[in-house]
């Protein structure tokens, strides 16, 4: 395909054709209701579609209607959520839903503009609903669409520069432009353009033998190994951090806070602590968060349990210690709230990964 022009239009047809006898059967699929377009875009946002899948479903059957979502509590919201990650998603549906039902009627608004000015709703996630849900032909422009695109181009600098972005987007809009009214909707080219780059153009081993794009594609005609593309910097390791947990007994209750709503996690409950400073013991570094968060002095026992997690920028190694509360009255001076509760009682509460892995051992001994 010479630089910059659109697939040709018989290139075009066949991808639409290839999609329509190929594509995945997925619960989200088959309907253009736009609030079901909108959860599921978002939830496959940085998550698989094979975990997606049970919490769509338990989604759409506990909020069926942003009605319902917007007078959910956000601790419903976050408890259903748990475990799927980047808990922003979850708090901003429930922002956004609340804002749609008080500013507009409770329906989605239409254009990509529009939309983008809801929390959480980005370029990519306006696309996807503006074009699936409401035939705006807008291009999406996800991970897999820039990848196909790269290779269909043979587009060999940093992809992550603003040329190589510029030059994406500008031939997705001309690819949806050449696209003619009988040959399919926008929503239906875009879905295209993204199931082909998850289940054939992928990351490492793209399948150019059954790629209906094969005759157009440059990476495919010039490279031994399409798969090279699109070229990225090398990243660097993760940064690691110890991070320390107090499981505080009292009365057979344990404490539990839960953190601010704005920052990662936000909402979330948690056993209190904090992050390991340099030079300082785990012991040192708990009894100094617990003081800093809640005000009172506690008495750091013996290691419970150290959990590994990593999250998308940095890996953590939780240690969790058992520990008593001698004396001292809580403030909340870095937490949201706290509780005592008893063991059985955590289940009502969304946690992070790494704090349900301890849940289960103290559970497991209750
Ligand atoms: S021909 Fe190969 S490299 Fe080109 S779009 Fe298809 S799968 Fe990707």
Redo the contacts with the bound molecule.
Sequence with gaps: MPDNKPIPLAALRKLLKWYRTNKRELPWRGTTEPYAVWVSEVMLQQTQVKTVKPYYERWMQRFPSVAVLAEASLNDVLKLWEGCGYYARARNLHRAAVQIVSQNNGQLPKSAALLQKLPGIGPYTSAAIASIAFDQAVPVLDGNVER?LC??LLERRLFKTTAVQKRLRRTAEEIMDSLGSQMGTPGELNQAMME?GAN??TVRA???KI?P??SV?R??QKLAD?GVLPRRKKSKPLPHYDITAAIIKRRGKILITQRPHGGMLGGLWEFPGGKQEKGESLETCLAREIREELDVDIAVGKLFQSVKHSYSHFRITLHAFSCTLPRGRIRKLGVTAFRWTTPHEFSKFAFPKADRVIIEKILRRA
């Design positions: 196909v290779r269909l082909l054939v153009c793209p399948q150019c790629c794009l094969k594609c990476g495919h399409p």
